[in-house]
């Protein structure tokens, strides 16, 4: 990444020029040459969607007043009833985050050994498999969904093979009937980290339904979120019973196995039900940004915004753009700290993947998974949710418009003052 301190300092004799808020049409006009952001306020990739304040506040006060704070109170079994309801499923184990959920759902099933992973995944989806002492078995992902590829899998598999864990990556799902027939031809336990796919189906049938469980994130920065938090869910019912002992120290009356902690407190729960009860609201401000993204990027060479199928169910969270450089002529690392500098924080996801980093990385075997190796250096995720709109969209887009029509001249004047 530039040092964008040092890049602006070079340039502050020539002085700071004033814009106002503004499109930006010059590339002296932008912030990482010195000037004023076009934003005043940083514009997160996914800031947290709030639902209505005072239905909320009017759950914290009776959760206060009932004194039940935590330990399966009446907030948190309304929404796990809610989301078993909105999803069709059997059973849902609302718990303290998704991590710790993978981890109980994958100690439920007994996987061991090795577990086919994609390591184009959030760091956690491989961290739940190594901290049971489970190796996670890193395999390459499909170009175009960004998901596990099952066709790279067979290819990996040992006897210590025990279990695949797939992840619905944006959203979007996996190959799901290719990974179950794989999985039962080979005898293997079939999860999912859902942490993206809240709200999302497969040929018509809720994310949430498909292998022995899946697991989802309620943390602050997804669509639907409860503070802190997760859930589980299955159409096990003897899969259910034991994650539900497990997530409370193995604790029914008395104790009747081995478990831990990962139950979820009342106030999540509260904010859990008060999201619910505004989450079209929430996706429809999602798909309204999402169109309008799609409409102004048209035509930036270089770039690509990746599609979302109209025939499902999307909660169309992630604005996901693959950025070719041979086009772009600047690289996706500094578009990212231009847009950084116009408080525009813009994620590199996932970078570096999971096989790059420790501990991982140190191992003697080698890895090489040429397709998701390549799309951690394209990927480019923009603000979204109900925190920005058409105004703010369209001048995210003017900008990224401006540096791309003039990236080699923005790359060889960067060039020339970190030299400097």
Known sequence: MV?????????????MTKIKMGLKTQIEELAIFGSHPAFNEKLHVNAPNIGNRSRFLEKINDILDRKWLTNNGPYVQELEGAIARRLKVGHCIAVCNATIGLEIAIRALGLRGEVIVPAFTFIATAHA???????????DVDPVSH???????????TPRTTGILGVH????????????DLARRRNLKLLFDAAHAFDCSYRGRMIGNFGSAEVFSFHATKYFNTL?????????????????????FGFSGNVLSLG???????????????????IDEFKAANQRNYKLYKKELQ????????????????????????LDDRLTRVSRDRIMDILWAENVMARRYFYPPCHQVEPYCSRSEVVHLPVLERLSTRVLVLPNGTAIGQAEIEKICQLLRLVINNGQEITRKINELVKK
Do not use: H
Not at 129 to 139: A, D, N, Y
Not at 301 to 322: F, H, K, W
């Open 3 to 15: 040092n964008q301190s040092k890049v602006q300092g070079r340039i502050s004799g020539q002085g």
């Open 129 to 139: 498999l190594e901290w049971l002492g489970i190796k996670p078995v890193f395999c």
């Open 147 to 157: 998901n596990l590829n099952p066709d790279k899998i067979e290819e990996l598999l």
């Open 169 to 180: 990556l944006w959203g979007r799902a996996c190959a799901v009937d290719e990974l179950t």
């Open 228 to 248: 802190e938090g997760g859930a589980v869910v299955t159409n096990d019912t003897q899969l259910a019973e034991k994650i539900r002992l497990m997530k409370n």
């Open 260 to 278: 831990t902690n990962a139950k979820m407190n009342e106030i999540s729960a509260a904010m859990g039900l008060t999201g619910l009860e505004m």
């Open 299 to 322: 035509g930036i060479p270089g770039v690509c915004l990746i599609d979302y199928d109209a025939t499902q169910q999307c909660n169309y969270q992630y604005i996901v753009l693959e």
